[in-house]
Nanobody, 125 residues
Framework: QSQLVESGGGLVQPGGSLRLSCAAS????????IGWFRQAPGKEREGVSC???????NYADSIEGRFTISRDNAKNTVYLQMNSLRPEDTAVYYC???????????????????WGQGTQVTVSS
């Protein structure tokens, strides 16, 4: 069964860091664009970042250089390193994947066919 599984969420103090992982099973991420999204209670889902099949990254303006997306095709995993976390980063974070072996760049709000179940990130003192 093909699936995406996020991990790495948790409770962190403001200014702290977390690294989220998005691991694929049942299929290879090699030719997939991968996106990270988040949804806070009472708010709409927000695109955070995207990485193309060749590793070009794109970020939402709201991230302001604090997050870094990367991929390790050998491990079939995409990561989101989150630094300088703020209370407003609190949300459920989802990864999503879509087969895209042609576009070298990755629009954050592109459609995605596969989604993970999400991992909770809470930033609070």
């Amino acid at each position: 069964q093909s699936q995406l599984v996020e991990s790495g969420g948790g409770l962190v103090q403001p200014g702290g860091s977390l690294r989220l992982s998005c691991a694929a099973s049942g299929f290879s991420l090699n030719n997939y664009a991968i996106g990270w999204f988040r949804q806070a209670p009472g708010k709409e889902r927000e695109g955070v970042s995207c990485i193309s099949y060749i590793g070009n990254a794109n970020y939402a303006d709201s991230i302001e250089g604090r997050f870094t997306i990367s991929r390790d095709n050998a491990k079939n995993t995409v990561y989101l390193q989150m630094n300088s976390l703020r209370p407003e980063d609190t949300a459920v974070y989802y990864c999503a994947a879509d087969y895209e072996p042609f576009l070298s760049r990755c629009p954050i709000l592109r459609p995605y066919a596969r989604w993970g179940q999400g991992t909770q990130v809470t930033v609070s003192s």
